[in-house]
């Protein structure tokens, strides 16, 4: 009896044994799934989207007396604006702008002008009043002086004394008639003078009034010809629609885009911009029709960077020209586009998935007989592969997952690091040195060409 239980006891520890080694078997075989280091043609492609929009575009704009500053209207709100992708006729109605405001304005300028030529008239009133007094003076001070010509006259008969005197009060009549006549004319250019600052205050007045008026009946806006209307889209993001505010400044409301000349408008990001060069084929996807491939090149790049809305990363403007027609397409789609960027027509590459990085390494798990922790170093990549420039060779197997133990692996490769960090402070090292040039010399620094040898550029 103690025999058989010996056996049955012994048989459960084996069975358990069995179990154990055939679930890590298959575990194994499940975790460690690889691929092989290939080589051949590679191609370097930068995937984006964008949305497409008009080369050439009627802008519709606000009424161009808005950029008269006479009138004081700085900007005004739309009150009213159609829907956006409205097909409008030429002369159809697009939108209205704030009359209340114009209106405001216009009755200021009613009150300023009633005060205005109340002033005109009183200051007519009082150079009336004034030069009339001056002429009353003059007549008297003539009178005067006829008066002073008399005595000194009669005064032939008198003591040489009085003759002096006479003839004195004589000149002094006559200086006085000489100064009011003077004053007369003074008073006559000072009144005048006022009289017409008053008339030009009031003139300026009425022409205000005019263009207000001109302004308060153009306020409805008419398409200025046919096509499909869309909103102003500003580069910050701005989007003019109903309570958007019009100014001299910004004065367009919309746009008709023609829609025979269509561009991709995409943003690039700075760690991809160097590969993106003008006239680099371009395939492009509509996402509202996904079976439509166009075909494009870009045409332009932004030299300066703008940062991402809630972010630190800085992208760059590109635009694609599109070369096909289709009805279908409208303003505003989005696109989804394929830059190629470039060819490598013989490379190592492995997919993206299997390389893995720490702080400052980036590695490989290479499986021969035993698996081995391998430093790469690595070159451009598209949206599944990666170049490989040094570490690996073609037809080794490697690791898509991390193994088990993998912490406890050592670095092979080290000597591939050192010379990735040499490189990288000589190439810091001659940056430094081109922008101490430039600071002394102010000189141009050259711009890269941010391709490696043996990259042939698509046309």
């Known amino acids: 009896m103690d025999r058989r239980r010996i056996f049955i006891f012994s048989g459960i520890i084996l069975a358990i044994l069995v179990s154990v080694l055939l679930f890590s078997s298959a575990e194994d075989h499940e975790t460690l799934i690889t691929t092989q280091v290939r080589r051949g043609p590679f191609d370097v492609r930068i995937f984006s989207s964008g949305q497409l929009e008009s080369e050439n575009s009627q802008n519709i704009d606000a009424p161009e007396k808005m950029k008269d500053r006479s009138l004081r209207i700085y900007e005004l709100s739309i009150t009213d604006l159609i829907e956006e992708g409205t097909l ?13 405001a114009v209106e405001e ?9 009633e005060k205005t030529l109340t002033e005109l008239q009183d200051a007519k009133i009082d150079s009336n009043l004034t030069l009339s007094n001056q002429r009353d003076q003059i007549v008297n001070t003539v009178l005067e002086l006829e008066e002073k010509k008399i005595e000194m006259e009669q005064s032939i008969y008198e003591s040489p004394a009085i003759q002096q005197k006479k003839k004195m009060d004589y000149d002094k009549a006559a200086r006085k008639y000489e100064q009011e006549k003077k004053a007369l004319e003074l008073k006559t250019q000072q009144q005048a003078n006022n009289v017409n600052r008053r008339f030009i205050n009031y003139r300026q007045l009425q022409e205000r009034e005019k263009g207000l008026q001109e302004l308060f009946n153009s306020l409805v806006i008419y398409a200025p010809k046919s096509g499909i209307l869309t909103y102003m889209k500003y580069p910050w993001g701005e989007i003019v629609s109903v309570g958007s505010m019009i100014s001299m400044y910004r004065g367009t409301i919309a746009k008709i885009p023609d829609m025979s000349n269509l561009i991709s408008r995409t943003f690039i990001n700075e760690i991809d911009i160097s590969k993106v060069k003008q006239g680099q084929q371009v395939e492009i996807g509509i996402d509202a029709f996904p079976e439509k491939k166009l075909t494009g090149e870009v045409v332009s790049m932004a030299n300066v960077g703008q940062a991402m809305p809630n972010s630190d990363a800085k992208v760059f403007e590109v635009k694609i020209k599109i070369f096909d027609k289709d009805e279908d397409l409208k303003p505003a789609m989005t696109t989804s586009n394929i830059i190629f960027a470039g060819t490598y027509s013989d490379t190592l590459f492995i997919p993206s998935d299997a390389v893995f990085r720490n702080d400052s390494l980036q590695y490989v798990y290479v499986k021969e007989r035993s698996m081995r922790k391998q430093i790469v170093s690595l070159g451009d990549q598209n949206e599944n592969f990666i170049l490989v420039k040094e570490g690996l060779k073609e037809g080794e197997e490697i690791c898509l997952v991390e193994p ?3 912490l406890e692996m050592k670095f092979e490769g080290l000597d591939i690091y050192d010379r990735m960090k ?38």
């Open 422 to 459: 040499q490189q990288a402070e000589e190439e810091q090292k001659l940056a430094e040195q081109e922008r101490e040039k430039y600071k002394n010399n102010g000189a141009t620094m050259e711009a890269p060409s941010g391709m490696p040898p043996g990259v042939t550029i698509r046309k």
């Open 404 to 406: 088990s133990g993998s």
């Open 88 to 100: 409008v006729d030429s002369g159809d109605y697009v939108a209205t702008l704030d009359h209340k």
């Open 105 to 113: 304005q216009l009755k200021t300028v009613q009150d300023e002008m």
